[in-house]
């Protein structure tokens, strides 16, 4: 589906609830000299009538490429563990093996918490502002009052995951990206976003009906060692704000962005 060409495009990812503004922008830590390997997993991905560009090296790193990695879990496989305090995304395998994403996630307090299941997906996703954020800031959602198609520029990017309790839509999604550089920084309004070319993969993975879990502090690290092991220190990344108790407290509480 061709993406939507309107005159404010270089303002629609700072648009969507699960968007970021550009002036967090800012140098990923462990930045990897060019290995080609790592660039073919991150290269130009064909996608129907749509490319997805390559990941530029300087926003690629050891810590955030896709891997396979030992975990251990009573969670099922096919289950989507989000350790949002480390920036990463499980999907749970067999054999105490999970695939492992490096993730943006929301800023301190506006992040989803708790357990969720995906009844759908979409490739190449549409969005629209829904009236409140119309009503909220006019200037800024006024020109896209009627939505964006899918395409390269859509905040939501190539692949989204919707995530509803209780049979209830949560307005949180797993999703694509255009800002590479955001991945392992918490900067969106509360929506986990990965890598174009790993929410790819992630789809194409995960079946329809899958459980999400996402992890509180406490449990950060959960599942990266062997049951009856105190967990590690986490790794977090750079600019990681520890939440304390209260700031958890309104994380979980928080109200879901308004996004459609």
């Known amino acids: 589906m061709p993406s939507m060409r309107l005159p404010l495009l270089p303002l629609l990812l700072t648009l969507a609830a699960c968007a970021q503004p550009e002036a967090t922008r800012a140098p990923l830590p462990q930045a990897l000299a060019p290995d080609p390997a790592l660039l073919a997993m991150y290269s130009e991905l064909p996608d129907g009538d749509l490319t997805i560009p390559a990941i530029p090296p300087k926003w690629l790193s050891e810590r955030n490429k896709r891997t ?3 975990y251990w879990t009573e969670e099922k496989p096919g289950t989507i563990v989000v350790d949002p305090f ?3 995304l499980y999907l749970v395998q067999d054999g105490n093996r999970a695939m492992r994403y490096g993730v943006a996630v929301g800023e301190e307090g506006r992040g989803f918490s708790g357990e ?6 979409r490739e190449w996703p549409s969005w629209t502002p829904t009236q409140n954020m119309i009503a909220e800031d006019p ?3 006024g020109p896209v009052a009627a939505g964006l198609e899918g395409g390269l520029e859509n905040p939501l990017g190539a692949r989204a995951l919707y995530l509803f309790q209780n049979g209830q ?3 949180y999604r797993i999703h694509g990206t255009a800002n590479p550089w955001s991945i392992g920084q918490a900067t969106s309004a509360g929506c986990i976003r ?8 992630l789809h194409d993975r995960v079946k329809p009906g899958a ?3 996402v992890l509180s502090q406490t449990e950060t690290g959960k599942g990266t060692v062997p049951p009856g092991t105190p967990l590690p220190p986490v790794d977090y990344p750079a600019g990681f704000v520890a939440l304390t108790p209260d700031t958890a407290t309104t994380a979980a509480t928080a109200p879901a962005p308004q996004l459609n």
């Not at 969720?116 to 997906?121: G, K, L, N, R, S």
């Not at 990965?194 to 993969?201: G, S, T």
């Open 68 to 70: 396979e990695v030992d």
């Open 86 to 88: 480390a920036r990463y």
């Open 139 to 141: 200037e800024q959602y």
């Open 116 to 121: 969720a299941t995906i009844p759908y997906t």
């Open 169 to 171: 839509d949560t307005l």
């Open 211 to 213: 459980r999400v879990v």
């Open 194 to 201: 990965l890598y174009n070319q790993d929410i790819v993969d």
